[in-house]
């Protein structure tokens, strides 16, 4: 399974955030797979940000829900972060990734990521 983030590397203060990942060798509606954002801000560790299953449910970070939605195409076989009302605290190299299991993780414990993308939040 290949993964690959795409979207704008600056986005202006309060606007939002909005990121693809195309899945390749796999399908986002092979069952028991989980696929998430994660992201790293400058020189601080790894952020879980949601994840979405195979069947579209969704489940969100509690400090980032009120401003995150991920959402899918199946036709195209990509998922996409939106992240409302950003501030430069949202600057980070954001990735996708997936793994297959039934428990839901709620941290960057995936199997399969994409090479990042870097985002800045700036005017």
């Known amino acids: 399974v290949q993964l690959q983030e795409s979207g704008p590397g600056l986005v202006a203060p309060s606007q939002t955030l909005s990121l693809t990942c195309t899945v390749s060798g796999g399908s986002i509606t092979t069952n028991s797979y989980h696929w998430g954002w994660i992201r790293q801000p400058p020189g601080k560790g790894l952020e879980w940000v949601g994840a979405?299953?195979?069947?579209?449910?969704?489940y969100y970070s509690p400090s980032l829900k009120s401003r995150t939605s991920i959402s899918r195409d199946t036709f195209k076989n990509q998922f996409t972060l939106q992240l409302t009302s950003v501030t430069p605290e949202d600057t980070a190299v954001y990735y996708c990734a997936g793994y297959k299991d039934t428990y839901y993780y709620t941290g960057p414990r995936y199997d399969y990521w994409g090479q990042g993308t870097q985002v800045t939040v700036s005017s």
């Open positions: 979405m299953t195979y069947g579209d449910i969704t």
